[in-house]
């Protein structure tokens, strides 16, 4: 009896060991796997937030290309009303999809300005369909979608902690 007792604090030592080791590796697994977690919400969100953005962005390409039929952009494509009502229909539905799936991921803020963002496409689109010819409101317009725009993008980078990026705008250049 006397030899376990002066075994006992070695064995209690190992004890505690053993038991502090189980508890930094739970610890570190634990935590570990909430990166991981972490990592792959962030990679899905930003594959929805890159999704809707491509998905309006048809849709926007498509109102250039009939303002241009309508001499109010220099859209070197050009495409009749009703050439393009199916390809708009179509991109109208295509983006429905890509938004839900932002309604669900998305945070507050990219919401908010994704909601601006598709309010300028639509505008753009009533202005287009009432077959307007008017240079400048369509200037505005286009001003006012790609602010939105930017906005979106700029929330996007916050949400993601992504540096801040290029504004997507560029002079075009007449030959």
Known sequence: MNAFIQQLPAL?????????SYVAIVRGDQARFRRERDARWEERRLEVYAEYARSLKKSVTLTYRVASHFGNDPHPHPLSPAEAEPLLAEATVDRDPP???LLLLGSTEVVDKARAWVGAVMAMERFMRAE???????RELMERQRASREGYYAAVRDDLAL?????????????
Do not use: K, N, Y
């Open 12 to 20: 209690i030592g190992v004890v505690i060991g053993a038991l502090g």
């Open 99 to 101: 938004g839900e799936a």
């Open 132 to 138: 307007t010819h008017d240079p400048v409101a369509w």
């Open 163 to 175: 540096p801040p990026g290029h504004s997507g705008r560029w002079p075009v250049t007449q030959i």
